[in-house]
């Protein structure tokens, strides 16, 4: 399939910055003393931190269909888990806009307009991105004036989703957008996606969603909680909370291809702030980072192999 072959470049681009810096933090914090931490680390942990990650595509995977039946699109289940699995190995290009794969899959895979499936994508994004400003909320609990946080953030998102259903303030906003000839080709997209927000994001979609992420990316939360105990250090749950979801709306806001970098440098650096040495916070960026993106990847490699193995077997032969 060329949309698949078109994602291949940047995969391999994201792999190579991955290892650079993989070897940045080694270098940082000491190749030696990070190996003497993986050295002790409590293989008793090591069941629960692998169960965390599957449980967070399990729960995706839930609001993923639930999106799809909202628009009515009702794809043949085994090839759904596919579309699905090969959407995680998209989690490297720039703010995951990779995912649109999934689209032009189920296009492929039963002829569904991409226009029709390109919302729920959408969909996923912001209720993920909702559901981790939410997470950092409550993970910045533990600090001084965390409450006053969690209230301005849960404040502020219901105005955001207020803009999207009220149409005269949105349409005086998308108003002004084409006015200025900068913004006149995404206040359409806008547009666009407001009307299909109407369509997915009724009150009880929003809250059903937005608690199925709150809850999903909780896992990665205690991925970061499980890890520091195995390694000998100690956190708490909040603080563990707060720096998967902070990190990873950083390096979401980056652009970059799977926040590479930038979500390592703010989980380390959130480690270190939070007490832990320079090679406790190392190790467990690394492993942190492996559960949160590069597991997702290989699972979306071989989500991508099976799918064109099983039901588009003729594009292993395309040129």
């Excluded at 007490?275 to 916070?281: P, Y």
């Excluded at 597991?295 to 292993?316: D, Q």
Aim: proline fraction near 4%.
């Amino acid at each position: 399939m060329e949309t698949e072959r078109s994602y291949k470049k940047p995969i391999i681009t994201s792999v190579i910055v991955g290892l650079a810096v993989l070897f940045g933090l080694l270098v940082i914090a000491g190749a030696g003393d990070v190996i003497a931490v993986f050295a002790r680390f409590d293989l008793r942990y090591l069941p629960l931190i692998l169960m965390l990650a599957p449980l967070n595509y399990l729960l995706r995977y839930v609001k993923w269909n639930y999106f799809l039946k909202q628009v009515g699109v009702k794809p043949e289940p085994a090839a759904n888990r596919l579309v699905f699995m090969s959407g995680l190995g998209m989690t490297v290009t720039p703010a995951k806009v990779g995912e649109l794969l999934k689209c032009y899959l189920l296009k492929e895979h039963m002829g569904t307009p991409v226009s029709v499936t390109s919302p729920v994508v959408m969909a996923e994004r912001l209720t993920d991105a909702l559901a981790m400003v939410l997470l950092a909320s409550i993970g910045s609990l533990y600090f001084a004036h965390g409450l006053l946080v969690l209230v301005f953030t849960t404040v502020f998102l219901g105005f955001v989703v207020l803009f999207f259903h009220y149409d005269p303030l949105f349409n005086r906003f998308a108003g002004f957008l084409e006015k200025k000839w900068l913004f006149k080709r995404g206040s359409q997209f806008l547009r666009e996606f407001q009307q299909s927000s109407k369509t997915l994001f009724t009150v009880k979609s929003l809250l059903f969603t937005t608690f199925l992420g709150v809850v999903s990316w909780s896992f990665e939360g205690f991925v970061i909680f499980f890890t520091v105990r195995a390694i000998g250090g100690s956190v708490s749950v909040l603080e563990s909370f707060f720096v998967v979801a902070f990190s990873s709306v950083v390096g979401t806001l980056s652009f970059l291809p799977g926040g590479l970098g930038v979500a390592e440098g703010s989980i380390m650096a959130l480690l270190l702030f939070v007490g832990l040495g320079t090679e406790m916070a190392a190790a467990t960026t690394v492993i942190t980072r492996f559960s949160t993106l590069w597991l997702g990847g290989a699972v979306g490699l071989l989500g991508l192999f099976l799918i064109r193995k099983k039901f588009f077997p003729s594009s292993e032969t395309a040129p």
